[in-house]
């Protein structure tokens, strides 16, 4: 899973082999979630969200994962390929409650975990 | 880059100038927002705006201004630029409140 520090968490597999990429949260109010990936000298790319209302969600070889007694999500990817290689990090809005109902809060990033696919 | 564009993708500059990093996207996207990235820090948001004139700070907003004078474009300026502000600047817009943001190519920004 994700933590703070200069070391990202590592993840190798080969081509073809499924992916499993972690990240735990720690606001039990935390009402939304989104993964991206991120390739060296690019920009985060959107790969799916997921609402707290719902535990699993489907993409394109894609799969989010989301436990909320444990507070924990993951991303499964797939026949993982070369291409897949890069960092992933999840984030997560942490909602806020006051007298009015819920607002939307912050948005988190984790750090992200580094995955290698190999040929 | 679903359509977000910033400019410049580098710069370096000395410590004490003025610094203006431009953002512009085509989807009509109503929030946009401006990150650094840093080792060993997660994405930091600086400003966001959720509206044409209507710009709110983020976690990190000292030393910095934004500026947003037409939908398309979110403008941040480093008054006085320091070392510290040495870092990657990504813009973001989405639809919804911290929704489903889409990034641009970021700037790569030195400090000297």
């Given at each position: 899973g994700e933590s703070v520090g200069l070391h990202l968490p590592t993840l190798s597999v080969q081509e073809g082999d499924n992916s499993i990429i972690n990240c735990a949260y720690s606001n039990?109010?935390?009402?939304y979630f989104i993964w991206y990936k991120q390739e060296s000298g690019k920009g985060p790319q959107f790969i799916i969200d997921i609402r707290s209302n719902m535990d699993k969600r489907q993409g394109q070889r894609v799969t989010v994962l989301l436990n909320k007694t444990v507070k924990h999500l993951s991303l499964q990817i797939a026949a993982t390929q070369p291409g897949d290689s890069a960092v992933y990090f999840c984030a997560e809005r942490r909602g806020t409650s006051n007298a009015g109902g819920t607002s939307y809060g912050k948005l988190t990033f984790g750090q992200g975990t580094i995955l290698t696919v190999h040929p | 880059d679903a359509g977000i564009t910033q400019s410049p993708r580098h710069k370096v500059t000395e410590t004490g100038t003025p610094v203006t990093l431009r953002c512009h996207q085509?989807?009509?996207?109503?929030y946009m927002y401006w990150y650094r990235q840093d080792p060993g820090h997660g994405l930091r948001l600086i400003h966001y705006s959720y509206g044409v004139k209507d710009t709110d700070k983020g976690?990190?907003?000292?030393g910095y201004s934004v500026s947003r004078s037409k939908t398309e474009d979110f403008l941040l300026t480093l008054e006085s630029a320091t070392s510290s502000q040495t870092s990657v600047y990504f813009c973001a817009a989405g639809t919804g409140y911290n929704e489903k943001l889409f990034f641009g190519s970021g700037t790569q920004l030195s400090v000297l």
């Open positions: 039990s109010a935390s009402d | 085509t989807e009509n996207h109503r976690e990190v907003s000292d």
